[in-house]
């Protein structure tokens, strides 16, 4: 992959939303990537040209969120269905970073799965946890209903619970 346009500086990880884009070819076992994706997962530019393999570009997967994000991209091989997923990053650097990533497995003409796709997009933390925490979730819907019909009792509560949660 070339450097140009792409320098670290460039990759835009630090904001919300960055997009990064990826392919594996499962039978080879070799993931290709851009830079983003590169970033995300502590892989060189080189290896991801070269077509790592998946085993690389997912160790720094969280343990918590590891063994859920392999049975999610497991099922996602065996059904063809689609694959969404948030989880966090630890980069060797020590970021943590809060993904969601998605994607499709497709089949070759036997119906053989071949090829894996989609993209892993950079949330802020906060995003990340709303994804993920039912609580959160709730907290955040209850608190809108409350502050639209003006019961600012309830929105204040609801307001210290978030605060509580440290969202």
Not at 134 to 154: D, F, I, N, S, V
Request: hydrophobic share 40%; aromatic share 8%; charged share 25%.
């Amino acid at each position: 992959m070339s450097d140009v346009g792409f320098g670290k500086e460039d990759t835009g990880l630090d904001d919300v939303n960055s997009v990064g884009f990826y392919s594996w070819v499962v039978p080879e076992n070799k993931v290709y990537g851009d830079q983003v994706i590169a970033d995300i997962f502590g892989v060189s530019d080189q290896e991801l040209a070269a077509g790592a393999p998946i085993e690389r570009v997912i160790r720094y997967i969280n343990e918590g969120d590891r063994q859920r994000v392999a049975r999610a991209i497991h099922d996602a091989i065996v059904t063809g269905c689609a694959y969404q997923e948030s989880y966090r990053v630890t980069h060797p650097d020590g970021r943590r970073i809060d993904v969601a990533a998605n994607g499709r497995c497709l089949r070759d003409a036997e119906g053989v799965p071949y090829i894996y796709t989609g993209t892993v997009t950079v949330q802020s933390a906060a995003a990340a946890v709303a994804a993920t925490d039912p609580l959160e979730t709730h907290c955040r819907a209850a608190l809108g209903l409350a502050t639209k019909r003006r019961q600012m009792l309830a929105a204040r509560y609801l307001t210290s619970a978030l605060n509580v949660l440290g969202k």
